[in-house]
C-alpha cells in the first residue's frame, strides 16, 4: 500500500517538485515515517549508509531531490530516499541484466528506458543485494576512468 501511495505522488504529483525546497520536506518526511513504523527498514537504511561508504569508498551527500546521494569518483552513482528506495545508475546492459534477474526494478520514475534501477531496502537481508547493485555502479565508473 505504502509503495503505491508513493508511486502515486511521485506520478501525480511531479510539479510540486517546482517548488523550492518541496522535495527536500517531502523526504524529510518519509524518514520520519519510516522512523517511526518501520525502525527495521531505517535501521537497515543506516547500516547501508556505512557499508556503502567504507566497503564502496563512497561519499555520501545530500540528493538534489532530497535524500542521501552516494558519490564514486565525483560522479553520482545512487541515491536513498527517506522511505527505502533506493535508485542506482548502471550501464543499460548491467541494469538490464539485474531487471532480467529480478535483482533490481525499473526506475520507479524513468522505467526501462534508461540505465537507472529501483531496488527497495526493507531490512538488513536486503543489504548485500543493494550493494551489489552500488558495486557494479562503482565498477563502472572505475572502467570510464580507466579508459
Request: neutral net charge; contains cysteine.
Amino acid at each position: 500500500m505504502e509503495r503505491k501511495v508513493f508511486a502515486w505522488i511521485v506520478r501525480h504529483l511531479r510539479w510540486v517538485a517546482r517548488i523550492p525546497g518541496s522535495t527536500h520536506l517531502f523526504d524529510a518526511a518519509l524518514f520520519a515515517a519510516t522512523a517511526i513504523f518501520h525502525p527495521r527498514r531505517r535501521a537497515a537504511m543506516e547500516a547501508l549508509e556505512e557499508l556503502v561508504i567504507e566497503q564502496c569508498r563512497c561519499t555520501l551527500s545530500t540528493h538534489w531531490l532530497g535524500g542521501s546521494a552516494y558519490r564514486f569518483g565525483g560522479c553520482e552513482i545512487a541515491h536513498l530516499h527517506g522511505n527505502g528506495l533506493l535508485d542506482v545508475r548502471l550501464d543499460r546492459a548491467t541494469a538490464g541484466e539485474f531487471i532480467t534477474t529480478r535483482r533490481a526494478e525499473p526506475h520507479h520514475v524513468l522505467g526501462c528506458s534508461t540505465a537507472w534501477v529501483s531496488y527497495w531496502i526493507e531490512s538488513n537481508a536486503d543489504l548485500q543485494p543493494a550493494l551489489d547493485l552500488i558495486e557494479a555502479a562503482a565498477a563502472r565508473i572505475s572502467r570510464q576512468g580507466s579508459t
